[in-house]
């Protein structure tokens, strides 16, 4: 199995949903596009990206929404280096289609004393939703190490909470874990790195907004 030496997770540069969230009462979630911020954010990003790979071979997967495939191009990787996949499985959370504002203040609020892994949106979905779909997608990126000629390389550009869960999927971190730890911010990566001994370890931790309160011992 050709494992990969480094999968990298990305999220979109600032989006205009970041910038004013009345948008969402105007334009549908997927179709935000970056910012002029968003842009830099983007291409300052790819700048690290290029030095890395350097000349090495790229399988990236691309978020279906138009901010991450807009942060992918703002990347300026080199064509021949990747191979480009759309992957619907690394969406962002679904939080219904055309969004009151007022609405999803409430249930952010909600979902805040909730908890973020358990809480559903109305007519959306809550973040045990999310981990399914990234575990399914997990499954077949597992598979994709099979072939001889897989690059060394993965690159996903997706959504803070999608990275989360990939993480926490991953590693097998707990609930608890992941209700403690914040989104990145935008244009933000976190590397998984393949050590001497097989296992991947995270380049730099999630930050911490409160200790893990978890209902039991996990392993």
């Known amino acids: 199995m050709a494992r990969p030496r480094r999968i990298v997770l990305v999220r979109h540069g600032e989006s205009e949903g970041n910038a004013d969230d009345t948008v969402y009462e105007r334009e549908p979630d997927h179709a935000l596009r970056l ?3 968003g842009l830099r954010q983007a291409e300052a990003t790819g700048e690290r990206l290029r030095a890395m790979f350097k000349d090495e071979g790229v399988s990236v997967y691309v978020s279906p929404y138009r901010r991450t495939h807009e942060t992918f191009r703002a990347f300026g990787l080199d064509p021949a280096q990747v191979r480009v996949r759309e992957e619907p499985r690394l969406r962002e959370q679904d939080w219904g289609n055309w969004q009151d504002r007022d609405d999803v203040k409430l249930q952010k609020a909600y979902r805040d004393a909730y908890g973020h892994f358990f809480y559903r949106f109305a007519q959306g979905e809550s973040g045990a939703d999310v981990y399914d779909r990234v575990g399914a997608f ?3 990126l597992y598979r994709s190490f099979e072939a001889p000629d897989h690059p060394p390389n993965v690159l996903l550009v997706t959504h803070g909470l999608t990275m989360r869960l990939f993480c926490m ?3 097998h971190w707990s609930v608890a874990d992941f209700e ?10 976190r ?5 001497p001994d097989g ?9 911490r907004w409160r200790a893990p309160e ?3 011992i996990t392993g």
């Open 191 to 195: 590397t998984l790195l393949l050590g």
């Open 35 to 37: 910012t002029g911020t």
């Open 169 to 171: 999927r991953w590693f």
């Open 138 to 140: 997990l499954e077949s």
């Open 214 to 216: 978890p209902y039991g």
């Open 199 to 207: 296992r991947y370890s995270l380049d730099r931790p999630f930050q």
């Open 180 to 189: 403690s730890l914040s989104n990145p911010g935008n244009a933000e990566t």
